[in-house]
């Protein structure tokens, strides 16, 4: 079974920087894109960044030239780390993967930036 489980989340002041992590197990991890996606409430959840098995990037808009997302594809995991954080980055981040049995989601982790 498919297992996502996000960490790092918690409260920072506008301008600060925080580094999620997304642990996955039960899958082969590095023949699979993983992406975080953040979840606002009122908002349809959006993509955040996602990264392929090659390693290839891609960003929101929103995001670019501030969040980095990378792989380690020895611990399996799916760091996202982000910078010159803004009050409207403030939601619940989710780690994603569309896997041959389905598409799997974790819990979520909750990012606050406000003063």
């Known amino acids: 079974q498919v297992r996502l489980v996000e960490s790092g989340g918690g409260w920072v002041q506008p301008g600060g920087s925080l580094r999620l992590s997304c642990s996955a197990s039960g899958l082969n991890f590095r023949l699979y894109t993983m992406a975080w996606y953040r979840q606002t409430p009122g908002k349809e959840r959006e993509l955040v960044a996602r990264?392929?098995?090659?390693?290839?990037?891609d960003y929101a808009d929103s995001v670019k030239d501030r969040f980095i997302i990378s792989r380690d594809n020895v611990y399996n995991r799916v760091p996202l780390q982000m910078n010159s954080l803004k009050p409207e980055d403030t939601g619940v981040y989710l780690c994603n993967v569309v896997h041959a049995n389905g598409v799997f989601w974790g819990r979520g982790t909750q990012v606050t930036v406000s003063s």
């Open positions: 990264i392929s098995s090659a390693g290839t990037t």
